[in-house]
């Protein structure tokens, strides 16, 4: 038999009533249906987008919509302008790490009390949802008013950002443990400290996850955001995005959104990988009778 | 004489909503003794062994029964999922502060007891529901529990994953002899277990027939197709269509 990395279809209808090339041959009908779809629609959108730039655009309005090629030569491979993207990303990265973790700390701290007395999570749960509801925008100048434009200011606004998911889904973990499991630790004396321990915390853990997915996106966006209203202090790369919009520099302002969506993109990818590592072996569907 | 294992003395149970569960049941259970409770759905079963665990308490009446290493196996497995099959089956050990070498050695007896050998680092997602309640059995065994209280555990699966976990019960009890006190809506099920069959009638519940079983331990499977054991079932089943007609 041939090399099982590689496949050659000759070899494949030859040995056709052997088991191999018919797993072969599923990887390769999987490999096709995962990742070809996506490969198209990003295809078809490049191609859009050449058609907006030379076709829909006349060479006067170009610049509003500048073709792929240019974005790439202008935005990325001009190690000038790359640079200071990567300067203004790492800046924003910062800010939104510590608006992260800040934020995964007193949620956790929030939602682990109030899952501990019914009163507390009645006293509580009203004003996580009133600073959800209040559009960041609106809170972002206040925040420059009474803290500066500095460091912790941006990291603020990570964290009001990003607090709810992180509370919410943490809560709603910590509660989903089973009666009946709450009654074996009952039954067997637990204290309440062995009960958040072994039953309520990893019973918490794939929404803890689905929650930090949410929340490392939001920070970022929290990031972004605070450093595109106060526009001074140490450039992120929200400050950046308001500089090409202002100067018209299309090429790179579409590098800074690929840049700062990349960034979103990989916190995501980062926690979806995390959950996986350690809870995929348990968490999911019963497989049942 | 000796105190029985566990022993209700006229035990009622009105919920806060006003709901009568249980209406003057008085009976004992003594070690080596398998008592079974038979009823249809919502008559108060389940809060019967609720009480005698001590989840709940009663309104009335007197209980006694030693709850320091008391077994209850629940009418679902409640596995913990993020615990392996052989961590699960520790689970009790380890709260009751039991070290680590002596709850490695229960659990490992425990796991062989009910023939699961192979499946100590399964997690409960990949077993099927005839596994999941002997993981949970196993659980219960490690404490070796003087008094084991069953809530309906073989409601959710197959008649023949039941039948076969009857007589695994059965042979767990014929080796340990504690009190076993089961709670079930099958007939054939509670006479091939038990030495003793009490019938309850709807809410609120009352034990309204008691049947003594007479076949010696132990039992064997085709004891099911044995004359005297359809009779008894069948006596059993008109007790119960009379507590509910």
């Known amino acids: 038999m041939s090399d099982p990395t590689t496949f050659d279809p000759v070899e494949a209808i030859i040995a056709d009533a052997g088991q191999m090339p018919e797993a072969k041959s599923s990887r ?45 030569s202008v935005g990325f491979a001009d190690w000038d302008n790359f640079s200071t993207m990567l300067e203004g990303m790492w800046s924003s990265s910062k800010v939104a790490f510590w608006g992260l973790l800040i934020a995964i700390l007193l949620g956790f701290v929030l939602a682990i009390v109030m899952s501990q007395a019914k009163v507390v999570e009645r006293a509580i749960f009203p004003y996580a949802v009133v600073l959800q509801a209040i559009p960041i925008l609106a809170i972002v100048p ?72 949410i929340s490392a996106g939001l ?71 | ?12 149970m009105t919920f806060p909503d006003g709901t009568r569960a249980l209406s003057d049941v008085s009976f004992d259970v003594d070690r080596g003794e398998f008592v079974t409770i038979v009823g249809p759905s919502g008559c108060g079963k389940s809060t019967l062994l609720k009480i ?51 709850r490695a050695s229960l659990a490992q007896t425990a796991v062989e007891l009910v023939g699961l050998q192979g499946f ?62 089961f709670i079930t809506h099958s007939i054939s099920e509670a006479v091939f277990l038990s030495t003793k069959v009490y019938v309850m009638s709807a809410r609120p519940g009352r034990l309204v027939a008691s049947f003594d079983v007479p076949f010696e331990y132990p039992r064997r499977p085709d004891l099911r197709f044995d004359a005297r054991f359809a009779e008894l079932c069948g006596q059993v089943s008109l007790a119960l269509r009379g507590a509910h007609s």
């Open chain 1, 142 to 213: 206040l925040i420059g008013f009474w803290f500066g434009y500095g460091f912790s200011s941006r990291v603020l606004v990570c964290v009001i950002i990003a607090l709810f998911p992180i509370v919410v889904n943490t809560l709603f973990g910590l509660l989903s443990a089973e009666q009946g499991m709450h009654d074996l630790f009952t039954l067997h004396k637990a204290s309440r400290l062995t009960r958040l321990r072994r039953l309520m915390f990893p019973a918490a853990l794939p929404a803890v996850f689905a929650g930090l997915r």
């Open chain 2, 120 to 181: 100590e680092n399964h997690f409960p997602r990949s077993l099927s529901g005839g596994m999941k309640m002997r993981a949970s059995l196993a659980r219960t065994l490690t404490l070796k529990p003087p008094v084991f209280l069953f809530d309906e555990p073989f409601g959710a699966v197959d008649e023949i994953t039941r039948e076969r976990l009857n007589e695994e019960t059965l042979r767990l009890f014929e080796q340990e002899r504690f009190a076993g006190l």
């Open chain 1, 219 to 289: 920070s970022v966006i929290g990031a972004i955001v605070g450093d595109f209203f106060f526009g001074q202090g140490e450039v992120g790369i929200g400050q950046l995005l308001k500089r090409y919009a202002n100067r018209l520099e299309g090429e790179q302002l579409f590098a800074s959104v690929i840049l700062s969506s990349a960034l979103g993109v990989s916190v995501f990818l980062f926690f979806g990988w995390l959950s996986g590592r350690l809870i995929g072996k348990w968490a999911g569907e019963s497989r049942g009778n």
């Open chain 2, 1 to 12: 004489m000796s105190q029985p294992a566990l022993s209700f003395r006229n035990v009622s």
């Open chain 1, 28 to 72: 390769r009908s999987t490999f096709a249906a995962v990742v070809l779809p996506p490969l198209a629609v990003g295809a078809a959108i490049v191609g859009l987008w050449y058609f907006t730039s030379y076709v829909l655009l006349d060479p006067k309005r170009r610049f509003l919509l500048q073709p792929p090629h240019e974005v790439w």
């Open chain 2, 52 to 102: 005698a665990s001590g989840l709940l308490n009663a309104s009335a009446g007197d209980i006694t029964v030693d709850r320091d290493r008391i077994g209850y196996v629940f009418q679902d497995a409640t596995l913990l999922p993020w615990r392996t099959v052989r961590r699960n089956v520790e689970l009790l050990a380890e709260l009751h502060g039991i070290d680590k070498a002596e």
